[in-house]
T-cell receptor
């Protein structure tokens, strides 16, 4: 089992709809969870981080963490074509000082 | 006022050559990282320094040698380049090893 898993997609969502991206992780002791957005040919850009169970909202983005089920998700409301990118989930595994990244989900928002 | 910068942006070189990539951050962070992103876009950590001290050294060929002259700079030297070293190399930094990381623009290395 991979340490951090994401559905590689592509995930296609119509403009204005909610895009839902999911990530599961293997280490129950994991502490910190991050979502990065990466446009083609660009560097990963941090868009959300979450440390506690529950929801965290920032503008159109909501991160959801469920430690019991070992998953973290990212919701993008009112999706825009500019949201089309690869979304990387990163997890700081329990006791580790490094982030482990998932393989990324490619999201396409269709006008 | 770039936060994390890398030079060069592109690097094309032949097999067997030695090359260096430089990274600088002006965020006042204590921890810096080197990542490699392969052709399948998988991002994997290579090294991390905290206050000039090496804290993460993943299974990387010893042809790769990081150096941190101070906590704002982290360089990566690669000896005897191989075709498989072709990738995008990203530098990142964070306040400490447990905080969120910010990435530089990347260096696309092509070995021919």
């Amino acid at each position: 089992q991979k340490e951090v898993e994401q559905n590689s997609g592509p995930l296609s969502v119509p403009e204005g709809a909610i895009a839902s991206l999911n990530c599961t992780y293997s280490d129950r002791g994991s502490q910190s969870f991050f979502w990065y957005r990466q446009y083609s040919g660009k560097s990963p850009e941090l868009i959300m981080f979450i440390y506690s169970n529950g929801d965290k909202e920032d503008g159109r983005f909501t991160a959801q963490l469920n430690k019991a089920s070992q998953y973290v998700s990212l919701l993008i409301r009112d999706s825009q074509p500019s949201d089309s990118a690869t979304y990387l989930c990163a997890v700081r595994l329990g006791g580790a000082q490094k982030l482990v990244f998932g393989q990324g989900t490619r999201l396409t928002i269709n006008p | 006022d770039t936060a994390v910068s890398q030079t060069p942006k592109y690097l094309v070189t032949q097999m067997g050559n030695d090359k260096s990539i430089k990274c600088e951050q002006n965020l006042g962070h204590d921890t810096m990282y080197w990542y490699k992103q392969d052709s399948k876009k998988f991002l994997k950590i290579m090294f991390s320094y905290n206050n000039k001290e090496l804290i993460i050294n993943e299974t990387v060929p010893n042809r790769f040698s990081p150096k941190s002259p101070d906590k704002a700079h982290l360089n990566l030297h690669i000896n005897s380049l191989e075709l498989g070293d072709s990738a995008v190399y990203f530098c990142a930094s964070s306040r400490t090893a447990t905080y969120e990381q910010y990435f530089g623009p990347g260096t696309r290395l092509t070995v021919t």
